[in-house]
């Protein structure tokens, strides 16, 4: 029976798995790496250790099967979203990664938006990219604004998967999914956008050349070949973005079908069948397949990140066995002892600022609220439910665009607590489903694949490959509570706009 391989590139590690024709896992290796973060608004990562990384996991994968009884049909690919090196005309890379978490580029883009509003709004709409530091065009302007000598000497600018593509095959090329998260792809014509381009002062053939996520390349380099134990025939499929397969990968791949992540950060994401743009640049609006289908999300800053402080910092000294066995599951249970709306105490999650829906680099975190009557319980109750009226308020900005959900897809470390996924049911009144813990990402790169083999025609066609699903549904007595403190959520966010700006700059000025 053949296999295929899956190589997730994520920005702590490189996961990769090696699946039969049925999709079971035959084999797995996970490679780490550092981020350079050496000033809080850097965020970079040695395009050479990712490429060792990747390497090294295909290697190591590929002696766990007898490739006699399993003989490798592809390898594809997830990958992180946003990234941006320069290399010169030897394909040397002039810099690091710049990673999605490199803030760098906030002037650049605060002042676009101050001053030029009405071209930063055109720029959103012919590409689908909000104007966020997160975008690789607003890098690249960065980087030619502080580092003139590195972008003279530029010759391609391309992101961690161009890069490996590169070094295995010597050609730059691209997919549109990882293309349009750049900031450069024009979403209706699916080529490098003239405007995006002349803006960053570069040309479109500095970029890499465009193809579907589903095409596969051959040719590789045949060291490399024998350096991971892959046959020199092998197919290296395009794959796409982390975003857009984790929805795939959960089986998220209709109009009407919202996928949520709560991991570290949180996401939501709906796949549609044509480009729809928020009007007013809440929302992203990505392509997939050429033609057939688009992605529309919004990226969350404060996700799991927040219950993870609420471990280490308000109840590091409690109950220390509990703590130190399941400390999520022991907070979580505090929590359930409490009931929905958690006595009137309402939290803000906004301590890494906000991207979607505010977009607000100076967002901060707040507990609104406060009696004496408040226990840990009810601050711990009041922060899981604050996260997913976060979540829930992007939802709204959402349904404008794409239109009511019907189901809910829900992954993430966040999905191991009951508590937590009821939690959503109840504030988004919609079904919550949950599938038995997997790697979305590297099956669904393997599902490209399968595609690109021409042996799936259809995207849903992975439903067969994921395995059971438990669903919470949604619990009418906790209705009216959450309706009431999701109206004093927005409206608190909205009141405090220009005390989060204050704040911001008092912790600039006053702390280091
Ligand atoms: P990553 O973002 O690195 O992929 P995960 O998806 O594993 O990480 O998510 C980690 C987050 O999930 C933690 O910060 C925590 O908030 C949450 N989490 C992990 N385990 C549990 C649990 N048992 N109950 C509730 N939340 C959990």
Not at 81 to 90: E, G, P, T
Not at 286 to 309: A, D, T
Request: aromatic share 10%.
């Amino acid at each position: 029976m053949a296999s295929y391989i899956g190589v997730d590139i994520g920005t702590t590690s490189t996961k990769t798995i090696i699946y039969s024709e049925n999709a079971e896992i035959l084999g797995t290796a996970t490679e780490y790496y550092p981020l350079i973060t050496d000033r809080p608004d850097k965020a970079e990562e040695n395009p050479d250790t990712i490429f060792q990384a990747v390497l090294t996991s295909i290697k190591k994968v590929v002696l766990q099967i007898n490739p006699k009884d399993h003989p490798i049909k592809a390898v594809s690919f997830s990958v992180q979203q946003h990234s941006l090196m320069a290399v010169d005309k030897n394909g040397e890379p002039l810099t690091n990664i710049l990673t999605w978490a490199d803030n760098r580029s906030e002037k650049i883009v605060a002042n676009l938006k101050k001053q030029h509003p009405e071209f930063a709004k055109t720029l959103f709409q012919r590409t689908g990219v909000p104007t966020h530091p997160m975008a690789p065009i607003f890098k690249l302007v960065w980087l030619r604004e502080t580092t003139p000598e590195i972008f003279k000497k530029t010759a391609y600018w391309l992101g961690i998967k161009e890069y490996i593509f590169y070094k295995l095959f010597n050609r730059y090329i691209t997919d549109y999914s990882v293309a349009s998260s750049t900031g450069f792809l024009n979403l209706n014509d699916l080529d490098w956008d003239e405007e995006a381009t002349k803006f960053a002062g570069i040309s479109p053939a500095q970029l890499p050349k465009l193809t579907s996520s589903t095409d596969f390349i051959t040719g590789i380099n045949p060291e490399y070949a024998k350096q991971m134990g892959l046959p020199e025939d092998i197919k290296f499929v395009l794959g796409a973005s982390d975003g857009v397969l984790s929805n795939i990968g959960v089986g998220a791949t209709e109009e009407g079908t919202l996928a949520v992540t709560i991991g570290t950060s949180a996401a939501i994401r709906s796949l549609v069948d044509k480009p729809l743009i928020d009007e007013k640049g809440r929302v992203y609006c990505y392509p997939i397949l050429p033609n057939k289908k688009w992605i529309v999300g919004g990226p969350i800053n404060n996700g799991g990140v927040i219950f993870r402080w609420v471990r280490d910092y308000l109840f590091n000294d409690l109950n220390k066995e509990k703590m130190e066995n399941d400390p999520y599951d022991f907070l979580t249970d505090l929590a359930s002892t409490v009931p929905a709306g958690a006595n009137g105490l309402l939290f803000l999650p906004y301590f890494e600022g906000e991207r979607a829906p505010i977009w607000d680099a100076n967002a901060r975190g707040t507990f609104f609220g406060l009696t004496e009557s408040h226990t840990r319980a009810d601050m711990v109750r009041a922060v899981l439910e604050g996260i997913i009226f976060n979540i829930y308020s992007v939802m709204l900005t959402m349904r404008e665009v794409t239109g009511e959900p019907k189901t809910i897809m829900a992954t993430g470390g966040f999905s191991r607590s009951k508590v937590w996924c009821q939690m959503m049911a109840d504030i988004f009144e919609t079904p919550v489903n949950v599938p038995v813990a997997f790697e979305s990402g590297t099956l669904a790169a393997m599902f490209l694949a399968k595609m690109a083999l021409g042996e799936a025609k259809d995207l849903s066609e992975i439903n067969q490959y994921i395995g059971k699903v438990t669903t919470y549904t949604p619990n009418p007595n906790n209705f009216a509570r959450y309706r009431a403190m999701m109206k004093i959520f927005i409206n608190v966010t909205r009141d405090l706009s220009d005390d989060f700006s204050s704040i911001a700059d008092f912790q600039r000025e006053f702390l280091n």
